[in-house]
């Protein structure tokens, strides 16, 4: 449940890799229902939970057996966090969890590792949000540095850039703010060696596409990179049209046409102050990362996926085993593997779960659940 949208994600872990079968993704846009007490508006609540239900809906179908349900920063920072966790459990039967900024950032440096490779050395992860901006370092599965900030492209464009098209005086004031925030971050990065830069997020995957990157139609494999200078010149462009222009640009949907200039100059900002020439697009993200940690962290993350709720009839009140997180801390999850390292996802399917036996025992078949 992101600031844009909710994304249930189903994936065939019998082959070993997460192995997307089925996704469906709703436009909420929640980073645009906040109110000036930084609670989401009761509207965007229902919302909330009316798309938990569907998603629980959805996974039954597909004979999903592991569900995790997570929740980013939008709803993390809320005022009214609780009341949104608890209308989604009322109303879905199982409870949204929440992971902390440096989970989130650890976890999709797992997934960017894994798609990456070793060969490709020391990795920088950057991860613009809605909400939140995740930045990690590290030679390993799990960052040696790990950081979230909270300039996501979806906040600073609500904070910052009212008028649209936004005024020269609100571009101005985002830029150096944005500056200011990633001094101590940069600086801190700057003593790291020689390393791969590579970037994750739809809003990076838009902002190369506009920059001349293969569209997503051709396919998780395509080579995508975006280069700082190109960036540079499209900041002007973006920054002079109102967002419905915008969205008639190249890889630039609709939906985040709005905040697609807020993007721009954290990403610009941020390759700037690392002094990173270019980045290479991953496809791989945070749901990725969640399914990676299931996969590699077994008995640490076998007790942890949600039940599906029985679907008829619902009670009025949910059973007290649906009410916990489907949440389980890092450390936790190392501890329980010493020798690997992973992360978790919004909805898996283990071909082991069919037969009613522990992950870790029964043989991976490649068959579709």
């Known amino acids: 449940m992101g600031s844009n949208t909710a994304h249930l994600l189903v994936a065939d872990t019998g082959v070993g890799l997460p192995l997307p079968l089925h996704a469906v993704k709703t436009k909420l846009r929640l980073a645009e229902k906040v109110d000036v007490d930084g609670g989401l508006r009761q509207r965007a609540v229902h919302q909330v939970a009316q798309v938990t239900e569907e998603a629980v809906a959805a996974s039954r ?27 989604a459990h009322q109303r879905a039967g199982v409870r949204l969890g929440l992971l902390t900024g440096e989970e989130e950032a650890e976890l999709t440096f797992l997934a960017v590792r894994r798609w990456m490779g070793w060969r490709t050395g020391p990795l920088l992860l950057l991860d613009i949000g809605g909400g939140s901006m995740e930045m990690a370092y590290g030679q390993d599965v799990v960052p040696e540095f790990a950081v979230s900030l909270p300039f996501g492209a979806g906040r600073l464009t609500r904070d910052l850039l009212r008028a649209d098209p936004p005024r020269r005086s609100e571009v101005k004031n985002l830029r150096r703010f944005v500056r200011d925030q990633l001094d101590e971050v940069s600086n801190r990065m700057r003593w790291e060696g020689p390393r791969t830069a590579v970037a994750t997020s739809r809003t ?33 462009r973006l920054a002079a049209l109102p967002a419905a222009h915008r969205a008639k640009l190249p890889g630039i949907s609709e939906a985040r046409a709005k905040q697609a200039l807020a993007g721009a100059v954290v990403a610009y900002a941020a390759m700037t102050r690392l002094r990173i020439d270019e980045v290479t697009i991953c496809p791989w993200a945070l749901r990725e990362g969640i399914l990676l940690r299931r996969l590699e962290s077994a008995a640490g993350w076998q007790d942890h996926g949600v039940p599906l709720p029985v679907a008829v009839p619902r009670p009025a009140v949910p059973p007290a085993e649906l009410g916990s997180a489907a949440v389980v801390p890092l450390a936790q999850a190392r501890s329980a593997r010493q020798t690997k390292d992973g992360p978790a996802l919004d909805a898996a399917t283990d071909t082991s779960a069919r037969a009613g036996n522990s992950p870790s025992t029964v043989p991976r078949t490649p068959t579709p659940r």
Do not use: H
Request: glycine share 4%; net charge positive.
């Open 61 to 87: 179908q597909w004979q999903v057996r592991e569900l995790f349900c997570f929740a980013t920063a939008v709803v993390r920072d809320a005022r009214n966090r609780d009341e949104i966790l608890d209308a």
């Open 204 to 236: 990076f995957q838009q902002l190369a596409r506009l920059c001349g990157a293969p569209s997503m139609r051709d396919g998780p494999f395509a080579s995508r990179l975006l280069r700082r200078r190109d960036l540079k010149t499209q900041i002007d």
